[in-house]
């Protein structure tokens, strides 16, 4: 069967004025126009193919990657708004539709949403959504506290920055677990450090107990080699003083020069700490 959506492996079947015809092993074709034919190639040749509907809604295979597949999350551009919904530039000739009511809120041209990718089972066509949460799942959780994640930064409310777990689950990091720049659509790493009774998860973007001491104080070390031995930086810094200055909770910060002491690579004096 070709996956709408996906790529897909096909044998070039014949060549015709408008493309090459490629099939499968169930004997379904599609076809492969003339501007994405390669320059060099056999028939019986097996080519790695996206397909999607064209302009007249007929399934077609392209050579362009795509930004965003079928059943994944990305953040992508509104390029038009019409009277039939919000279309994005997914990087292929015809935009990707998210009709009005697959919009969390009225989506605006040039700006950036995070969107899921399907098959409109009704339309049987390829269209995105905003409103996110439909398609993660915390009932069936795959998940367990201290694994590290993949992260998807969706949006930001009151308690901090609603995220999506590896492609599947919801979750939140805490606005006092953030001590870098975050904004829509980041990918980045992140470790599970709880799971509530209801099956809502709380996300570190840093591993959880002393796995995050050793990364940090060598943090600490390469600032204080880099600024010529000294940090004024002691245990009565302030909170806000350290994140903004190394990225790091206080408390992560206290357990890491405490290392970095233990080891004898620093001392710690009222004024802030020294290389040894």
């Not at 709408?4 to 092993?25: A, M």
């Not at 126009?33 to 996206?50: M, S």
């Not at 953040?75 to 009709?99: M, Q």
């Not at 104080?217 to 903004?244: C, F, M, W």
């Amino acid at each position: 069967m070709i996956e709408l959506g996906n790529y897909n492996t096909l044998e070039i079947l014949r060549d015709t004025s408008v493309g090459l015809f490629l099939g499968d092993e169930e004997g379904n074709d599609v076809l492969l126009p003339n501007k994405y034919v390669p320059e060099i190639y056999e028939i019986g040749d097996k080519l790695t193919v996206f397909c999607y509907l064209d302009f007249d809604e007929r399934p077609v295979v392209t050579s362009l990657t795509p930004y965003i597949f079928r059943n994944t999350f990305k953040l992508l551009k509104v390029v038009e708004v019409n009277n039939i919904g919000a279309f994005l530039d997914w990087g292929l000739e015809k935009h990707l539709l998210v009709p009005f009511r697959e919009q969390r809120e009225r989506m605006q041209e040039g700006q950036w949403y995070v969107v899921y990718c399907y098959l409109d089972e009704k339309s049987f066509r390829l269209v995105a959504s905003n409103k996110l949460d439909k398609f993660l799942d915390n009932e069936e959780l795959t998940i367990e506290v201290n694994e590290e994640v993949d992260l998807i930064v969706t949006r930001q409310n009151d308690l901090g920055w609603d995220v999506i777990i590896n492609n599947k689950h919801k979750g939140l990091v805490y606005s006092d677990q953030v001590f870098k720049k975050v904004a829509v659509g980041d990918v980045i790493k992140g470790y599970i450090k709880h799971i509530r009774p209801d099956n809502k998860i709380d996300v570190n973007l840093k591993p959880i107990g002393y796995e995050s001491i050793e990364p940090a104080a060598n943090v600490i070390y390469a600032r204080l080699q880099k600024e010529g031995g000294y940090l004024n930086l002691h245990d009565k810094s302030s909170p806000d003083e350290i994140t903004a200055k190394l990225q790091m909770s206080k408390k992560v910060f206290k357990k890491s020069i405490g290392t970095l002491y233990k080891d004898r690579k620093i001392t710690i004096k009222p004024d802030g700490i020294y290389l040894l």
